[in-house]
């Protein structure tokens, strides 16, 4: 047996926690290795300190106070508080508020360059809506929709927006 197996099995040897065939192997290599024997010395001795010493005391109450502790805090936890983003805010690190800020101004940008189209799209409808005989795919930019197969949403939708002759409805 080798002198980092024997270090790490050391204390198991000590309180006597070792199978037979393992203790035997740890003699045999403590009879041969001085560090060894020195390092199962030390143990001893700090195993007779540990016993020797009296456990402190505790403060009155303690158990109690730290049982009180644990409870509120699974009830914290458990209660389904809603979340608070003043708190969140103000106890968050500075990387976080700074990432946080990013994906907020990043959000905002992507929100404003997908609704660019949308914004446009009143007057475009005002426009096809002046000329007497828009088609009422046309009036409501839904052109990509006359492929719909009957029966689908789609289809149904183009029912709902167009009238019999393919205009739209009022």
């Given at each position: 047996?080798?002198?980092?197996?024997?270090q790490s099995?050391?204390?198991?040897?000590?309180?006597e926690?070792?199978?037979?065939?393992?203790?035997?192997?740890?003699?045999?290599?403590?009879?041969s290795?001085?560090?060894?024997?020195?390092s199962?010395?030390?143990?001893?001795?700090?195993?007779?300190i540990?016993g020797?010493?009296?456990?402190?005391?505790?403060?009155?109450?303690?158990?109690?106070?730290?049982m009180?502790?644990?409870?509120?805090?699974a009830?914290r936890?458990?209660s389904?508080?809603?979340?608070?983003p003043?708190?969140?805010w103000?106890?968050?690190?500075?990387?976080?508020k700074?990432?946080?800020?990013?994906?907020?101004?990043?959000?905002?940008?992507?929100?404003?360059?997908?609704?660019r189209d949308?914004?446009?799209?009143?007057?475009?409808?005002?426009?096809?809506?002046?000329?007497?005989?828009?088609?009422?795919?046309?009036?409501y930019?839904?052109?990509?929709?006359?492929?719909?197969?009957e029966?689908?949403?789609?289809?149904?939708y183009?029912?709902?927006?167009?009238?019999?002759?393919?205009?739209?409805?009022e």
């Amino acid at each position: 047996m080798r002198c980092d197996e024997v270090q790490s099995r050391l204390d198991a040897y000590a309180f006597e926690e070792l199978t037979p065939s393992v203790a035997s192997e740890v003699d045999s290599h403590l009879r041969s290795c001085p560090r060894c024997r020195q390092s199962l010395a030390r143990l001893r001795r700090l195993r007779a300190i540990l016993g020797e010493a009296e456990a402190p005391s505790r403060p009155e109450g303690f158990a109690h106070r730290v049982m009180a502790s644990a409870h509120d805090a699974a009830n914290r936890r458990s209660s389904g508080a809603p979340w608070d983003p003043i708190r969140w805010w103000r106890s968050a690190s500075a990387p976080m508020k700074a990432a946080a800020a990013i994906v907020l101004i990043v959000g905002q940008l992507v929100g404003l360059a997908m609704g660019r189209d949308v914004l446009s799209t009143p007057r475009q409808v005002r426009d096809s809506q002046v000329t007497a005989s828009a088609d009422g795919l046309d009036v409501y930019n839904t052109s990509f929709l006359s492929e719909a197969p009957e029966g689908s949403l789609a289809g149904s939708y183009l029912a709902l927006v167009t009238t019999r002759d393919g205009e739209a409805s009022e």
